[in-house]
């Protein structure tokens, strides 16, 4: 078990691949070169990024912890809304300005049901530096100085810094979905389970690699038990104090990764609410 704690953890520089200004404050990480390598990182918006309409070779979640969090026209993912986007399927363009104002979110990013893998953010931002000498970033469009051996003068950003690092063209599964999955969560109603005071509320199940995104909520006091899992699971506490049977802590915006069959009691000494991913069981 991994445990990070955002009051702790520093904020990175301001940097990104797409356009506008964004910082990130990395809580976890897994394994590189793994299929379920992933990030999960907090994401303070500024209202001035903007990113082109694209899609991932990886899965990615997100829930707006503070304001509201701009994914394409119309789409708006507000406080404890959560947002699933697939590999392969298209969103955007992202425009904060469409909002008026900064935000706050909670993003994890990870190997998808395809077996792509994830690649890392070191790797992101060490291919990024390294394809400057070759071109600008502009808007989330990588611009070459001089043609590509394939003739593009311009490209996605993601996908320029990823074949940099890969040496290969990148590969997009075919999209299981259309638009990305946009749970009202606030709207779905609490399962009490597995004792006095702890419920449950599954949002969804995806694939045949069941990956799965649920909440779980605890009242002062409670303890909760859960059972072993045969795949690693990914917990953001969004609200609440407790403590681990190991004898960690959690708190507010603190960030859990459990491998699998790892099944701490937790007991809640403030009401807690927390997200819960289930990463692609391969």
């Given at each position: 078990m991994n445990v990070a704690h955002a009051e702790t953890?520093?904020?990175?520089?301001?940097?990104?691949?797409?356009?506008?200004?964004?910082?990130?404050?990395?809580?976890?990480?897994?394994?590189?070169?793994t299929p379920t390598n992933f990030s999960l990182v907090l994401a303070d918006t500024d209202v001035t990024f903007k990113s082109p309409r694209h899609r991932h070779n990886f899965d990615q979640i997100r829930i707006t912890l503070e304001g509201s969090t701009n994914f394409g026209p119309r789409h708006n993912i507000e406080v404890g809304d959560v947002a699933y986007f697939p590999e392969g399927t298209h969103y955007g363009p992202q425009?904060?300005?469409?909002?008026?104002?900064?935000?706050?979110?909670?993003?994890?990013?990870?190997?998808?049901?395809?077996?792509?893998?994830?690649?890392s953010q070191r790797q992101l931002f060490e291919g990024q530096e390294r394809l400057r000498v070759y071109g600008?970033?502009?808007?989330?469009?990588?611009?070459?100085?001089a043609a590509a051996p394939d003739g593009r003068m311009n490209q996605d950003a993601y996908e320029a810094i990823w074949e940099h690092q890969h040496g290969r063209p990148v590969e997009y599964p075919k999209p299981r979905m259309t638009e990305p999955v946009h749970f009202r969560a606030a709207h779905l109603p609490w399962v009490e389970v597995n004792g006095p005071g702890v419920y449950w509320k599954e949002l969804g199940s995806f694939s045949e690699r069941n990956i799965r995104i649920a909440c779980l909520k605890l009242e002062a006091d409670?303890?909760?038990?859960?059972?072993?899992q045969p795949q690693e699971q990914i917990l953001f506490i969004i609200e609440g104090a407790g403590r681990f049977g190991s004898g960690e802590t959690w708190?507010?915006?603190?960030?859990?990764?459990?491998?699998?069959?790892?099944?701490?009691?937790?007991?809640?000494?403030?009401?807690?609410?927390?997200?819960?991913?289930?990463?692609?069981?391969?």
């Amino acid at each position: 078990m991994n445990v990070a704690h955002a009051e702790t953890t520093p904020w990175g520089p301001a940097r990104s691949v797409r356009g506008g200004r964004i910082v990130f404050k990395e809580l976890l990480r897994g394994e590189e070169k793994t299929p379920t390598n992933f990030s999960l990182v907090l994401a303070d918006t500024d209202v001035t990024f903007k990113s082109p309409r694209h899609r991932h070779n990886f899965d990615q979640i997100r829930i707006t912890l503070e304001g509201s969090t701009n994914f394409g026209p119309r789409h708006n993912i507000e406080v404890g809304d959560v947002a699933y986007f697939p590999e392969g399927t298209h969103y955007g363009p992202q425009n904060q300005e469409l909002v008026g104002a900064a935000s706050l979110a909670m993003v994890i990013q990870f190997g998808g049901a395809a077996g792509h893998g994830y690649m890392s953010q070191r790797q992101l931002f060490e291919g990024q530096e390294r394809l400057r000498v070759y071109g600008d970033f502009e808007g989330g469009v990588f611009r070459r100085k001089a043609a590509a051996p394939d003739g593009r003068m311009n490209q996605d950003a993601y996908e320029a810094i990823w074949e940099h690092q890969h040496g290969r063209p990148v590969e997009y599964p075919k999209p299981r979905m259309t638009e990305p999955v946009h749970f009202r969560a606030a709207h779905l109603p609490w399962v009490e389970v597995n004792g006095p005071g702890v419920y449950w509320k599954e949002l969804g199940s995806f694939s045949e690699r069941n990956i799965r995104i649920a909440c779980l909520k605890l009242e002062a006091d409670a303890v909760y038990q859960p059972e072993p899992q045969p795949q690693e699971q990914i917990l953001f506490i969004i609200e609440g104090a407790g403590r681990f049977g190991s004898g960690e802590t959690w708190a507010r915006h603190s960030a859990v990764h459990l491998h699998a069959s790892e099944a701490p009691s937790m007991s809640a000494t403030a009401a807690t609410e927390a997200l819960i991913l289930f990463l692609p069981r391969f």
